[in-house]
Structure formats: C-alpha cells, structure tokens
C-alpha cells in the first residue's frame, strides 16, 4: 500500500470511529435526510406568511396592467394587501385602487368586480377591492 492510500484510509478509518461515536449511522443518516426532505416539501407545498408579500406586489402589477388596458379611466394609485384577521389560508387579498375618470356608479361597481373576478381566477385568493374613481 502507498503513502497516501494509507492516508486516505486513516482519514476514513477517523470519519467512521468518530461517526460511530457519535451514533451516526446509515441508517440514522437516511432518516436524517428523509427529515429533511419531508420538511422542506411541507415548506414549498403551502404558502407561508412571508409569501403574501410578494404575491400582493404581483396582484398589484397584475390591477395595474387591467387598469393601463382601459381607455376611459388613468390609474393613481394600487395597493394590495393580505388581511391578517382570519385564520391562516383564508385571508383575503384586500386590493385599493384610486382612478382618474368620469365613472357612473354603476361603472364603478362593474370595474371592481371585473377586477375582483380577474385576481380571484388568476390567483385562487379571495379578493377584496375598494375602487375610486376621482374626477377634477
């Protein structure tokens, strides 16, 4: 046997006394990593907390885009935001929306729920939207 692959069984020989001392196993080794797995599947399958906020600034760009398609109305302003007051996995999306532009009632309405429509398909969140049209 060479120099060094006595050296490289020493270093092995190191590894495994030091990973039986401490009762590392094979075994234990494969559960270990199974854990592992099953966690970070338990963490990607569902939308935690700290997720609300990016998926509100892609529901805010998503009511921009619908509103800039419109002729007869200017956005102002849009902000989306995730209720905290249900319990988790429920909360709704609360969605304000300021506009510049001659609306009847009517058209108001009708435009907040086409909104409300559009991000409920394409999100799967309960939205809530509070639309304003102001007008000089």
Do not use: C, W
Not at 5 to 12: G, I, V
Not at 88 to 108: D, K
Request: hydrophobic content about 45%; charged content about 20%.
């Amino acid at each position: 046997m060479s120099r060094t692959e006595t050296r490289r069984l020493s270093t092995k020989s190191k590894l495994l006394a030091i990973a039986a001392l401490f009762g590392v196993g094979l075994v234990r080794r494969r559960r270990a990593m199974a854990a592992v797995v099953a966690l970070l599947l338990v963490q990607f399958a569902s939308t935690p907390q700290f997720q609300q906020s990016s998926l509100s600034q892609r529901i805010t760009a998503s009511a921009q885009q619908q509103i800039d398609e419109r002729d007869d109305v200017e956005l102002i302003s849009a902000q989306a935001s995730f209720s905290r007051a249900r319990p988790h996995g429920e909360n709704p999306v609360l969605l304000t929306i300021y506009v510049e532009g001659t609306l009847s009632p009517a058209q108001e309405i009708r435009l907040a729920a086409e909104l409300q429509a559009n991000i409920e398909d394409e999100y799967g969140v309960p939205a809530l939207v509070d639309l304003t049209a102001l007008s000089h």
